[in-house]
């Protein structure tokens, strides 16, 4: 959510920025916060004034009584009676201005940074820079269902008689490889000075509100029935919602934390669910790191965070590279963000396996997160980035280690998670 103040001074700019996202229907929205708010600003002052009167009239009544004019002292207290009334009034229409106003807020974009490249989709995101060499071996890879079939560690038809489709059972060395990826993500964001924090998996609506936009929310969470509770799509929701309300000392700053958690999503949307794969499922596991920053250092702060997933997937010997989020492609929430892709020497191409978005104040505003520092209280800026999420890493895992008899190569940093075990050998 953007300040208002925004509108009240850069109302173009606000304008222009919902025209570089291609959300034009949202263009309304501007001009009827800005009617809104003088209404509400007009209805405040009035209240504030009738409020004043109030206080004067009431400090008249003693002096009223100690000089005997008692009858004038009624009258007044009659006059106040009617100030309450319509200061009763007042009160009721500013909160429901207020709430009119919020309403639209919530869904006006964030401002997007000036590096943003401007396209509609992502098919228009843009390739950065790639990290090691893409290599495509003299043999083929087989699908990574098959790969994980042969190792005797995926089975999705047991998974779809308990769960359904987009669910899946990991078995044995596969299960364990997992699992060396996950605690391996953990140690590397400690050794980068992260604090490690296993978070609720569910939150309350109102963290929801604040972490996400409405769309977002619908096309993402699970709700539990009857609850005011939601599966958690990425930690990052109940990370950044850990600080809700709180005002942090700036002392404290930068806030930096690596969080793990399984991962719950719908998926809805025209791509639907993987039959045999689990690239694209329900359920899934994550470490994740969440920043809290002053708002000057969030530049630098992003590219440190991208820069660690790179470093941990080349740690792997998994090709990757960036991608620049353009500005129809980002939520409405982001300022700036980009994706981690991996190479997949199967497909010849490169795909997603982490994203890194810097959100400026908009999650802190909406959760009232604040820093105390010398100057007064602000908010503070929220970064997050997926270290690792799997099984994605997992398949890039497989495919970038896979040797022609169907073995896969463990990489030495994962070799200590798997028990000193460098490789893994088919069943089948």
């Known amino acids: 959510m953007i300040d208002i103040r925004l509108i009240r001074e850069q109302k173009e700019l606000v304008k222009e920025n919902i025209k570089k996202k291609f959300q034009d229907e949202k263009l309304p929205l501007v001009d009827e916060v800005e009617k809104l708010d003088l209404e509400f600003r007009k209805c405040k002052e009035e209240g504030d004034n009738l409020r004043a009167l109030k206080n004067k009239k009431s400090s008249e009544i003693g002096t009223l009584m100690r000089e005997g004019k008692k009858e004038e002292a009624n009258k007044v207290k009659e006059e106040i009676a009617e100030f309450g009334n319509k200061e009763k009034e007042l009160q009721e229409k500013e909160e429901q201005l207020q709430e009119e106003i919020k309403k639209r807020m919530m869904v006006i974009p964030n401002i997007i940074d000036e590096s943003v490249p401007i396209g509609k989709d992502d098919s228009e995101n843009v390739e950065v820079e790639r990290f090691g060499e893409p290599v495509v071996p003299s043999y083929e890879i087989p699908y990574h269902a098959d790969i994980c079939e042969r190792l005797n560690g995926l089975d999705k038809e047991s998974a779809g008689r308990t769960s359904g489709n987009g669910f899946y059972y990991l078995m044995g060395d596969v299960a364990r490889l997992h699992s ?9 964001m400690i050794g980068k000075g992260f604090t490690y924090c296993v978070p609720p ?7 929801v509100n604040g972490v996400m936009s409405f769309s977002e929310m619908e096309a993402m969470m699970y709700k539990i029935e009857g609850e005011d509770l939601y599966l958690i799509g990425t930690s990052e929701h109940s990370m950044i919602g850990k600080f809700k309300g709180q005002i942090v000392k700036e002392s404290e700053l930068p806030i930096t934390l690596t969080s793990y958690s399984p991962c719950f999503r719908k998926e809805v949307g025209a791509h639907g669910m993987e039959e045999r794969g689990i690239y694209r499922v329900h359920q899934f596991e994550k470490q994740e790191m969440v920043v809290l920053c002053k708002p000057e250092e969030a530049m630098d702060w992003y590219n440190k965070m991208w820069s660690y997933t790179v470093e941990f997937f080349r740690s792997l010997d998994i090709p990757v590279r960036t991608l620049e989020c353009c500005s129809g492609d980002l939520a409405d ?17 490169y795909f997603e396996v982490g994203s890194c978005s810097t959100l400026g104040d908009a999650q802190a505003r909406r959760l009232s997160i604040r820093a105390k520092g010398e100057k007064g209280n602000y908010l503070v800026s929220t970064l997050n980035n997926t270290v690792l999420a799997t099984p994605r890493g997992l398949i890039a895992l497989l495919e970038n280690n896979y040797n022609e008899d169907g073995s896969i190569n463990v990489p030495k940093a994962l070799q200590p998670y798997m028990g000193g075990q460098k490789i893994v050998k088919p069943k089948k």
């Open 180 to 188: 060396a990826l996950i605690s391996y993500a953990r140690d590397f």
């Open 201 to 207: 998996f569910m939150i309350r609506s109102d963290v």
């Open 333 to 349: 929430l982001k300022v700036k963000s980009c994706d981690v892709e991996a190479w997949s020497p199967r497909q010849q191409k």
